[in-house]
Structures are given as structure tokens and as C-alpha cells.
């Protein structure tokens, strides 16, 4: 009787169970067959900042309502709280050691791995891209798959460094509606692209949350600094939706919203983004809806961004290809069957290079497992993410067998991506790339600091308080107490010696003020004692020369070239030196060497054009010069020396342009003399400015 009556019990059980689970939404993989697809990534979106994961309401009513009546995934890591690496590992479903983009600027995505976009475009969709920021720019490898690649950021013309580096999210999405709306044919489209007939697959990435945060109005009147911005990319999302919804492509359409990481504002004594791994960076929103087709439902289980692009394909019944390290989150939206077999349950990988590679602080990576979160660093660290979710309390020592456990699953991890290699090619910036990096606020100093044993004094989480002091340091100076600034700095160098950032910013300081000297010796300092990478060589080979000493300058930039000989900065620095030394073959050697590796070099090109000026090649220099002003209407000495050239090889009726516009927008008085050597010139030959 007791075995019937269990018996009886389980059946009333499984029963009890199957009824539930026929109840629950289902979402079946081809659901969204034959849909268009919208993935919109929103930078530096902090998850607690969207009010259907918990943020406050009304800051976000657009996505909050794709969340209400889609699928929620409240529970997403990203891969990297970088903005290159985190959207890299979104397309190519791998993590970073894999497609081996570990920081902005200094990798590019090779041809190895497919994409999302390759994939959807093999399947016959026309795929269109449209970025709001530099550091998604072609140049970096994500264009592969997209017949347009929209990464256009108009001119510098106010003399703001952002310019040029980002654009607002309405300048995005303008485009892109076109783009979708128009049939998928501006003049940037190649030649190659499906019928209009079928359907699409646009990225929208709006830049706007990441900093500096500059909303407009009214937004920037109603909320503090950030949220501003937040709630402005959010009304920028609903106009975009609801230009879709009026012209009848919105009810066809898979959208599929994320933020590539978070912003720490302050937590852990993070400012911003890309030193640490904490939820406030690497905990991500990320929303799937399609009308009708998916069922309103919510997960808390743990899912990756790399997750993102299989997903998608399962749900528009394209096959994932073999590469993709991530699996379709389906399962866990309630795709599941009586028979189903439960996936394996997910860990997800971390990473945060950029410190490493641009500071030579110690790497940091990461696994998160369950509720609990490792991270590998000279002081490691282990949360219950559970019972502490602000991350506060360290349980490494106190918890000794998750430690290992979870150590033992890192280390089985980084062997698998190993074993896999890295699809990435080490890319070379030229100095307009690394200007709108670092207007970004990005380093990328191209530091390479190879195999050494990091200790507690290389950890980010003793090294984020000084970087801290010296940034403000840098303001301090920069405002005009110059002293104490550089007392301050002299203190984090003498306390952090291993700091190769902060000798550079004391040389800088040291030259600012006069002391070039001082700045030399600085640099020559870090230089001896091994912790120099092969920009803070660079900076010290130009200080050489500003100080006359050539010969020892082009040592030290012959050191770097034949160490790096894919870095462009060295080459054009070289080049100038050979010049001072009258060395010119080697100049003009050197500077071709630079537009080999970086064709959109407007520097090489106006040194290439002066040296070819020095030796009386007028015609020569007067083409590059040109170039030169092509690629940079502001290099105003460019200006200055092409408009000489023509005047004395008897083409003045084609100076005379040139000479207006040196005249009218070169800055005072910075060019007063040249300017009016110029105009001296031309009076005199009787072709000024009238």
C-alpha cells in the first residue's frame, strides 16, 4: 500500500509538473524565421540603470517596455568592459584569449573567425553596421559580413578632441533607419549586396552613456551627469523603433538590445570602466523581442554576451557555426520539453587586459560560476555574489575549497582557449588613430610588457588609488598649479615605482614647464631600470631631438623599430630624425614605411612632403602636402609650407587658396609671423589676399 501511495504520489507529482511545464511560454528555436534582425548595443549601460532590471523608473520606458513584453535576461556577463573586445566576443561568440581583441586600439580581428554578420549574410540577408564611436572603426576588423560598415564621424572643427571620435545616437540612427527603410542602398554600399527583397541585419551601437557625459537637453536639466545620457540613448532607441513600427518593418523584426559593459562610477574606486571585473562593469541588460512570435517571460540564469549571436540565429533558424563558444539562451527562456535534456550549466569567462597591456599593471581574469565569482590576480578574490552582491567582502582565504574549485575551472578554461590560439592581428595606430583614442579616454600606448612576476604591488586594486591622484594631478597642473602637481606626482612615483604611467606624466610636466632636461633624465631613468615600454621610448627619442641630440635620438628609435617593426609612431619619429641629421633616403625610407602600415597617416605624408621640400623637390612635396591637408585640414604648417611651394615653383593662382585658408583659420598668435611672412610674399609677387 505505502509503495502504491508513493507511487501515486510521484505520478501526481510529474503530472502536477508536466501540466506546469506545458504552461510555461515557450520559445521554439526558428520562432522568428525569416525576420529581420536589429541588434542595438548601448555602451556603458550599467545594468541597475534600466527599470525593468531593477533600475528606477521612467529613466528608460522604451527599453522597459521591449523587456515587459519580450524576453528578459537579467542575469548576462560580458566578456571584457571594454568597449573593442566586449562588442568583438558579441560577434564572433568566443571570448577574448580567443579572438585575442584583448584592448581598444591595439588588436584587430582577423579574417579567421566567422561573425554574426558573415553568418547572416551567407544566409541571405543584406547586413548594414552603424557606430557611434571610434573605436569600432573599421580599421579594428569588425566590418567583415557588412555591405555598408557606417563608421563616419564627420571633421574636427572646433578644436574639441572628441570630435571626430564619437557621434550622438540620433546621428546614428538617422542612417541606419535610411539604410533599413531605403532598401539598403546609400553611396557607401558595395556592389555585393543581396535584393532589397530580402531581409535585413542592422547593428546600431549608440555610444552615448560611455564619458564624457554631455547629453542635450532636456535630458541634461532632468538627471544627474550619466543618467542623462542613459535616458537620452533610450529615447533615441524608441524613435528608431517607432520609425521601424511606422513603416511596417517593426512586426517582422527580431530586436535584440545589450550594453557592451557596465560603468563603475565610483564603486570599488573605479571611476569609469576597464581596470576591474565587478558587477558594475560586467553585469549587462540584455533584451530579445519579436511581437507576437516570442512570449513575454524572464530568466535569471547565468548567460554570457557571447551567448547573444547564437541566440539570435537559433531563433531565426540559422545553424551557429562550430566556432561559436556560446550556446543559444533558448533553454533557459523555456524551451523545454519533458524529454529535454537540461543543458550544462554555464560558467562565464573574464577579463580585463587593457591595465596590462597600456600600464604593465598585473593581468586580471575571471570566472564566474553559480553564485560565485573568482578573480585571478596577485591578491585574489572570491565573492558570493548571492549574499553580497556589491562584492564586499574577499572570501578567498575564507572560503579555501570554492577557491580552488573555482580555480581549477579557470585554469581548465584559459587551457581551452589556448589550445584554440588567437584570431586577432596586432593593428599599428598612427597618431590621428591614437589621438581619438585617448580622446576617448582610452591609453592605447601599444605597451607590450611581455612574461614577468607580478606582484601585490603590480594589482590594479593597489594601483587604481594612485592612478586616481594622478589624474588629478594632471588637472591640478593643467589649471595652473603646476607645482604642487608635480610634487604630488613625484610622491605616487617614489611610493609606486613600478608606475611606468606616472614617470610619463612627470617627464610631460618636467617639459611643459621648461625643464626638458629633467624631462630626459626622467625618461632615461625608466628607461634603466626595464620598465619603459616602446611608447614611453618614443616620447623620450622626441625629447632627445628637441633637445639636439639627434644621433642619440635615432639610436634609441632604430632600438624600437627593430623590436616592433610594425609600429608606425617609431617610423615617423625616426623619419624626423634622419631629416635633422640630413640623413634623407633613410627619411623618406623610413616614412614610406609608415604609410605601408598606416595609409591615412596625415603626419608621414607632411614630413614626407617637407624633407622632399628640404632637398628641393618642390613638385614631389607639394603632392604630399596635399595629401597631407587631405587627411587633416588642421596641419596648419602644412598649409603654411605648400602654399610657399606653389608660390615658388610660379603656381601662385593655385597657392592663392591655400594661403586664404592659412590665413583665416591658422590660430593666433601662434602664426602671426607666419602669417604675415606669407602675406608679405604674396603682396610682393602681387598675388595676395585682396
Keep these: ?4 501511495l508513493a507511487f501515486a504520489v510521484l505520478a501526481l507529482t510529474a503530472v502536477a509538473w508536466f501540466v506546469w511545464e506545458r504552461s510555461r511560454p515557450s520559445v521554439r528555436p526558428g520562432a522568428c524565421a525569416g525576420c529581420n534582425v536589429l541588434l542595438i548595443t548601448i555602451d556603458t549601460l550599467r545594468l541597475d540603470r534600466v527599470g525593468a532590471f531593477g533600475g528606477p523608473a521612467g529613466l528608460t520606458p522604451h527599453l522597459d517596455r521591449l523587456a515587459a513584453e ?55 540577408y543584406r547586413t548594414g553596421a552603424f557606430v557611434g564611436a571610434f573605436v569600432l572603426d573599421a580599421r579594428f576588423g569588425l566590418n567583415r559580413g557588412f ?37 539598403g542602398h546609400p553611396s557607401s554600399a558595395t556592389s555585393h549586396q543581396p535584393p532589397a527583397t530580402n531581409p535585413w541585419f542592422a547593428w546600431v551601437h549608440l555610444y552615448d552613456p560611455h564619458e564624457p557625459y554631455r547629453a542635450p537637453e532636456p535630458y541634461a536639466s532632468q538627471h544627474e551627469p550619466y ?7 533610450d529615447a533615441m532607441v524608441g524613435r528608431l523603433l517607432d520609425d521601424l513600427r511606422s513603416a511596417g518593418q517593426l512586426d517582422r523584426t527580431l530586436v535584440v538590445v545589450a550594453s557592451d559593459h557596465g ?28 511581437g507576437s512570435r516570442l512570449p513575454s517571460a524572464s530568466t535569471d540564469a547565468l548567460v554570457r554576451l557571447i551567448d547573444v549571436a547564437p541566440t539570435t540565429l537559433d531563433l531565426v533558424g540559422v545553424a551557429a557555426p562550430p566556432s561559436f563558444e556560446g550556446r543559444s539562451a533558448l533553454p533557459e527562456a523555456g524551451c523545454r520539453t519533458w524529454f529535454a535534456q537540461t543543458p550544462p550549466a554555464r560558467t562565464a569567462y573574464i577579463e580585463a587586459m587593457d591595465a596590462n597591456l597600456t600600464r604593465n599593471w598585473a593581468p586580471l581574469t575571471g570566472i564566474v560560476s553559480g553564485s560565485a565569482k573568482l578573480i585571478e590576480l596577485p591578491i585574489p578574490e572570491l565573492y558570493d555574489l548571492s549574499s553580497d552582491p556589491k562584492e564586499a567582502t574577499n572570501l578567498f582565504t575564507r572560503d579555501a575549497e ?33 589621438q581619438r583614442l585617448q580622446a576617448l579616454g582610452y591609453v592605447a600606448s601599444s605597451a607590450e610588457p611581455g612574461n614577468r612576476v607580478f606582484t601585490d604591488a603590480d594589482d590594479p586594486k593597489t594601483l587604481i588609488g594612485p592612478a586616481n591622484d594622478l589624474q588629478r594631478a594632471v588637472i591640478a597642473f593643467n589649471t595652473g598649479s603646476r607645482a604642487p602637481a608635480m610634487d604630488a606626482v613625484r610622491a605616487i612615483v617614489r611610493a609606486h615605482p613600478g608606475f611606468t604611467t606616472a614617470h610619463g606624466m ?87 614605411k609608415v604609410l605601408d602600415l598606416d595609409p591615412t597617416s596625415a603626419k608621414a605624408y607632411e614630413n614626407l612632403g617637407a624633407d622632399e621640400l628640404s632637398v628641393g623637390d618642390l613638385a614631389a612635396g607639394v603632392d604630399d602636402l596635399k595629401r597631407a591637408i587631405d587627411l587633416d585640414p588642421l596641419l596648419y604648417d602644412a ?52
Design 1 to 4: 500500500m505505502k509503495i502504491r
Design 147 to 183: 555591405d555598408v560598415y557606417d563608421d563616419r564621424y564627420g571633421e574636427k572643427h572646433t578644436g574639441d578632441p572628441t570630435e571626430g571620435a564619437e557621434r550622438r545616437a540620433e546621428e546614428v540612427i538617422k542612417p541606419a533607419a535610411a539604410w533599413i527603410l531605403d532598401g
Design 506 to 592: 612627470l617627464a610631460s610636466m618636467q617639459r611643459e614647464s621648461g625643464d626638458l632636461r629633467g624631462a630626459i633624465a626622467t625618461l632615461e631613468d625608466v628607461l634603466r631600470r626595464g620598465i619603459a615600454d616602446q611608447s614611453v621610448m618614443i616620447v623620450l627619442a622626441g625629447y632627445l631631438q628637441e633637445a639636439g641630440d639627434a644621433a642619440k635620438s635615432v639610436a634609441l628609435l632604430e632600438a624600437v623599430v627593430a623590436a616592433h617593426p610594425d609600429y608606425a609612431e617609431a617610423y615617423n619619429s625616426l623619419g624626423v630624425a634622419y631629416m635633422r641629421l640630413g640623413r634623407h633616403d633613410q627619411a623618406r625610407a623610413a616614412l614610406r
Design 263 to 290: 560603468e563603475s562610477l565610483g564603486e570599488h574606486g573605479e571611476r569609469t570602466h576597464g581596470v576591474f571585473t565587478y558587477d558594475a562593469t560586467m553585469r549587462v541588460p540584455w533584451i530579445v523581442w519579436a
Design 70 to 124: 519580450g524576453l528578459r535576461l537579467t542575469r548576462t556577463y560580458s566578456s571584457a568592459p571594454l568597449t573593442l573586445p566586449s562588442h568583438t566576443s558579441i560577434m564572433t561568440a568566443v571570448s577574448p584569449p580567443v579572438h585575442g581583441v584583448r584592448t581598444n586600439g591595439l588588436f584587430r580581428l582577423g579574417a579567421a573567425l566567422p561573425t554574426l554578420a558573415t553568418v547572416l549574410k551567407a544566409a541571405g
Design 639 to 690: 598649409l603654411y609650407n605648400l602654399a610657399l611651394a606653389l608660390h615658388d615653383l610660379g603656381r601662385r593662382d593655385e597657392a592663392r587658396p591655400y594661403l586664404e585658408r592659412f590665413v583665416r583659420e591658422a590660430p593666433q598668435p601662434r602664426y602671426a609671423r607666419d602669417i604675415a611672412k606669407l602675406q608679405s610674399v604674396f603682396e610682393k609677387s602681387g598675388t595676395g589676399k585682396k
Design 227 to 233: 543618467d542623462a545620457e542613459v535616458a537620452y540613448a
Design 402 to 434: 570554492r577557491a580552488r574549485t573555482l580555480s581549477a575551472l579557470l585554469r581548465e578554461s584559459t587551457s581551452a582557449f589556448l589550445s584554440r590560439g588567437s584570431a586577432a592581428e596586432k593593428t599599428t595606430l598612427g597618431g590621428e588613430a591614437r
